[in-house]
């Protein structure tokens, strides 16, 4: 069975009426030899109200990558049988197209968003809430997916629509694929609970530290805990591949909302 960490925090917010507690699941890339059970069993046995998954659990919803994609539905599938799962969208559902942003010959294999709507209706008819650069309102709290901006045409995020979450009256949760979009389009804004994932930990993890980040570069700032006391960062879930993971292992993240 796979080694999992599994990651704990305490948030205070007292705009969320009493305690919540949500497991964020990211970053699964689901493949061949793609083993959920060490996820579901840290779900089972932390009993979240919510799972949060914001984004590359699946590699490519185009249909030209159907191998892989078993694992990915068979998580959301059992993790909906928990609880509620929100799900938002990653550069690698769209198979990772335009993750390297300094490399320009990339640009040639962009392909904007498209998925296999037949894909699509499978995360339906697993349980999850899809939320693709929109919200939804569950229980008095706002849940947000900023899809991510790479797979998106001019390849930056389209955030118009957080304007109206922003302004909203409840509690609000953002899911949001990258963390290095904290900085530049969310610092500001009105939003209680950040999730991310993206990074994966750095890749390698010196001193506690991770190396690189697709989106940051060296030594990145946002890829893994909480930052301003309000974005969490999962250092994702996908074992050690072409480049091994050192240091790092594959992470689920627990964060209970505390509103004392
Ligand atoms: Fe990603």
């Given at each position: 069975m796979q080694k999992l960490a599994i990651s704990r925090y305490t948030i205070n917010n007292q705009r969320f009426d009493g305690k919540?507690?949500?497991?964020?699941?990211?970053?699964?890339h689901s493949?061949?030899?793609?083993?959920?059970?060490?996820?579901?069993?840290?779900?089972?046995?932390?009993?979240?109200?919510?799972?949060?998954?914001?984004?590359d659990i699946f590699e490519r919803l185009d249909g030209s990558r159907p191998e892989g994609k078993t694992a990915g539905y068979e998580l959301i599938k059992r993790a909906a049988e928990i609880a509620p799962v929100y799900?938002?969208?990653?550069?690698?559902?769209?198979?990772?197209?335009?993750?390297?942003n300094m490399i320009k010959w990339r640009k040639s294999f962009f392909?904007?968003?498209?998925?296999e709507q037949s894909e699509l209706d499978k995360i339906f008819n697993c349980g999850a809430t899809f939320l693709d650069d929109g919200f939804v309102i569950e229980?008095?709290?706002?849940?947000?997916?900023?899809?991510?901006?790479l797979i998106n045409k001019e390849r930056k995020p389209h955030v118009d629509w957080l304007d109206e979450f922003c302004k909203l009256e409840c509690p609000k949760v953002l899911l949001c694929h990258h963390p290095e979009y904290y900085k530049?389009?969310?610092?500001?804004?009105?939003?209680?609970l950040i999730v991310a994932g993206h990074a994966h930990g750095g890749q390698w993890r010196i001193f506690?530290?991770?190396?690189?980040?697709?989106?940051?570069?060296?030594?990145?700032?946002?890829?893994?805990?909480?930052?301003?006391?309000r974005l969490v960062i999962s250092r994702?879930?996908?074992p050690s591949g072409k480049i091994p993971r050192i240091f790092n292992t594959p992470e689920i993240v627990f964060i209970e909302i505390n509103n004392s």
């Open positions: 919540i507690k949500y497991a964020l699941v990211s970053d699964l493949g061949k030899k793609t083993d959920i059970e060490p996820i579901i069993k840290a779900l089972k046995d932390n009993s979240p109200d919510c799972i949060l998954m914001p984004g799900y938002s969208i990653g550069n690698h559902e769209n198979g990772g197209t335009g993750s390297w392909i904007e968003k498209y998925f229980d008095g709290i706002a849940y947000g997916g900023l899809t991510s901006g530049k389009y969310l610092k500001g804004k009105n939003i209680d506690g530290r991770g190396v690189f980040a697709p989106g940051q570069g060296i030594f990145p700032k946002y890829t893994s805990g909480v930052h301003d006391g994702g879930l996908k």
